[in-house]
C-alpha cells in the first residue's frame, strides 16, 4: 500500500510539472492582436471594451488597444517604431488621412470580401475598412445659446467674446475636417474664413477630448464635434440642452476605418478582427460608445435618438488624392490666421 501511495504521489508530481512546462506553449497558441487608435475608443465607455470582449470570445486570442490622443498620433507612432512595432492594425483614420496613411508604406491590402456599407459613398478601397462615419459641426448649449450661427459668416459675424474651441489639425482628425470643411465650402477663399475664425478661437487642442472637457465646463460658447454628439447626452444621459449647429451649406463628411499593417505577424487574425469589426454584432457598440452612425444595420437596430440629430445636407466630402497633396499647404493657411 505504501509503495502504491509513494508510486501515486510521484506521478502527480510528474503529471503537476509536465502540466507548468506545457503552459508557456498553451499561451502561444494565444496570440495578441494589438489595435493602435485614439483614446475616446479605446476608454472604459467607448466601443473597445465591448469590442475585446465580442472578438474575444471567438478568436482564443488577446486583442488589446492601445490608444494616443488621436488617430493621427496612433499613425504617426507606428511610423517611427516602423517594423518594430507591435501594432498590428491602426484604427480610427478617415477619409481625410487614408492618402497620408497610404503614403507610409505601413499598410497592406486587407483581403476582405466587404458587405454592402450604408455610408454616403461607394466603398472600392482595398487597404482600409469603414467602420463607422459622421459629420463634422459646432457643438453648443442651447440653454446658453438660443438662436446658434447657421453659417461660417454668421458665426464670423459675432462679437469677440463668443468663444469656440477647435482641435489641432495635425494631431487630430476632427481639426482636420474643419479645414478641410471649410476648403470645401469656400476654396480660395478659406483664407478669408479663418482671418474671421481667429478672434472666436479660444484654443486649439492636441483632441477632441480635451476641447469638449472645454465646452461642457463652459470655457467656450461650442466646440467643434459631431452632429451626432448630442446624441450622447440625449439618450445616455437624457438630456436635450446640448444641440449641433446646422449650417445650411452643408457639413463634412468623416469616414472611420482601420487598415493592417504589413508589418503584422497575425495579419489572418488582423483580417478576422476587421471582418467581425463589421458584422451587425461588430457594429452594435459602435453608436452609442463612438456616438457616431454605424456603417451597417447593427445588432438590435439604431437607437431612435440618432433620428432626432439635425439633418447634414448638403453633406461634403473632397477627393482624398487632392486631400493627400494640399493638406499640408491648407493647414499652413489655417494657422497663419491664428498665430
Not at 466601443?47 to 490608444?67: H, I, N, R, W
Not at 484604427?91 to 466587404?114: N, S
Not at 478641410?180 to 476654396?187: Q, R
Request: hydrophobic content about 40%; overall charge negative; proline content about 7%.
Amino acid at each position: 500500500m505504501r509503495k502504491l501511495m509513494i508510486a501515486s504521489v510521484r506521478t502527480s508530481l510528474c503529471a503537476v510539472v509536465l502540466g507548468a512546462l506545457a503552459l508557456p506553449a498553451i499561451a502561444q497558441d494565444n496570440p495578441t492582436l494589438t489595435v493602435y487608435t485614439y483614446d475616446a475608443f479605446a476608454a472604459d465607455w467607448g466601443p473597445g471594451p465591448a469590442l475585446k470582449q465580442g472578438f474575444e470570445a471567438q478568436c482564443e486570442c488577446t486583442l488589446d488597444f492601445v490608444s494616443a490622443n488621436d488617430s493621427i498620433s496612433a499613425l504617426r507612432r507606428a511610423q517611427l517604431e516602423g517594423d518594430a512595432t507591435d501594432a498590428d492594425i491602426i484604427l480610427g483614420l478617415d477619409t481625410a488621412t487614408i492618402g497620408e496613411g497610404k503614403a507610409t508604406g505601413l499598410f497592406t491590402e486587407h483581403q476582405l470580401d466587404l458587405p454592402d456599407f450604408d455610408i454616403p459613398l461607394e466603398w472600392t478601397d482595398d487597404v482600409f475598412v469603414p467602420f463607422d462615419y459622421g459629420y463634422f459641426a459646432f457643438v453648443y448649449d442651447s440653454q446658453s445659446l438660443s438662436t446658434p450661427p447657421t453659417s461660417f459668416e454668421e458665426l464670423i459675424a459675432l462679437p469677440d467674446d463668443f468663444k469656440i474651441v477647435i482641435q489641432d489639425p495635425r494631431s487630430s482628425t476632427p481639426g482636420l475636417g474643419l479645414i478641410l470643411w471649410i476648403k470645401a465650402l469656400y476654396g480660395e477663399g478659406a483664407v478669408d474664413i479663418w482671418e474671421g475664425l481667429a478672434p472666436h478661437v479660444l484654443t486649439v487642442t492636441s483632441g477632441w477630448s480635451e476641447s469638449y472637457d472645454l465646452f461642457l465646463s463652459g470655457e467656450a460658447d461650442m466646440v467643434l464635434s459631431y452632429t451626432t454628439s448630442p446624441a450622447y447626452h440625449l439618450i445616455a444621459e437624457d438630456e436635450d440642452r446640448y444641440r449641433a449647429a446646422r449650417f445650411d451649406a452643408g457639413h463634412y463628411t468623416q469616414i472611420e476605418v482601420a487598415g493592417i499593417l504589413a508589418s503584422s505577424p497575425n495579419q489572418e487574425l488582423a483580417r478576422d478582427f476587421l471582418a467581425y469589426l463589421v458584422t451587425p454584432e461588430g457594429q452594435a457598440p459602435l453608436p452609442e460608445t463612438n456616438w457616431m452612425y454605424p456603417v451597417l444595420e447593427p445588432q438590435g437596430g439604431l437607437n431612435p435618438g440618432f433620428a432626432e440629430m439635425i439633418d447634414p445636407q448638403p453633406a461634403l466630402l473632397l477627393d482624398a488624392e487632392e486631400v493627400t497633396a494640399n493638406t499640408r499647404a491648407w493647414i499652413e493657411e489655417a494657422f497663419s490666421t491664428l498665430r
